[in-house]
């Protein structure tokens, strides 16, 4: 696996909030908080994942240095995802 990789179940979860566009608040390793409308998953040509938020403006957030993903949305098939 890549150094950068995260597992596959905690990708899993990243689909799901992308394939229903959940509001998500990211937490990340460094203690920066995004809040967006999750969008999509995006590789980077140096094979670096991405989520694709939405806000005001669209955001890429390295999907390695994820901490915390929450679900904002309402009725959401879970809450919250710890990456630590």
Known sequence: MHQDAIS???????EVVCMYGYQVRLE???QQIFEGKA??????PEKCEYL????EQE???????LA???VLTPNARFK???FE
């Open 8 to 14: 596959c179940d905690l990708h899993d979860h990243i």
């Open 28 to 30: 990340l390793k460094d």
């Open 39 to 44: 969008i999509d998953i995006i590789t980077s």
């Open 52 to 55: 694709l938020i939405k806000n």
């Open 59 to 65: 955001q890429q957030v390295k999907l390695a240095q």
């Open 68 to 70: 915390k993903l929450q």
């Open 80 to 82: 919250e995802i710890n």
